[in-house]
């Protein structure tokens, strides 16, 4: 697993996380230059999310990022599936295809 795929998956399981968060959860965490690097390119490549300035600032996955995602499927089958948690819809954007009715067809 590559470090950014490492990084995808922390921020999965841990939104609005740090940049020092970040690194703590990482297995063999890169040098605090290097991970800025390395977020900075996610960021730019819309995998993850800034919000806040400074040491205030906090990273996310992105929408994208959240859907095209590779899936572990160690972590996923570490909890039965009784313990899983079931993750709630994201609010849709009305004019969105998805996000109209069906019973509303003509």
Same mark, same amino acid.
């Given at each position: ?12 399981? #841990?939104? +609005? ?5 970040? +690194? ?6 890169? #040098? *605090?230059?290097?991970? @800025? ?7 730019? #490549?819309? %995998?993850?999310?800034?919000?806040? @300035? ?10 994208? $990022? ?7 499927? %160690?972590?996923?089958?570490? @909890? %039965?599936?009784? *313990?899983? *948690?079931?993750?709630?819809?994201? $609010?849709? %954007? &009305?004019?969105? &295809? +998805?996000?109209?009715? &069906?019973? @509303?067809?003509?």
């Amino acid at each position: 697993m590559t470090i950014q795929v490492e990084i995808l998956q922390f921020l999965h399981y #841990n939104p +609005s996380s740090s940049r020092v968060e970040i +690194s703590a959860g990482l297995l063999e965490a890169p #040098n *605090e230059r290097t991970l @800025k690097r390395i977020i900075a390119d996610l960021v730019q #490549n819309g %995998d993850v999310q800034v919000e806040g @300035k400074g040491k205030a600032t906090r990273y996310s996955l992105s929408a994208q $990022a959240y859907l095209m995602m590779p899936l572990d499927i %160690d972590t996923y089958f570490i @909890k %039965d599936v009784d *313990e899983r *948690e079931v993750e709630k819809p994201c $609010a849709r %954007d &009305p004019r969105s &295809p +998805s996000a109209v009715d &069906p019973r @509303k067809q003509v």
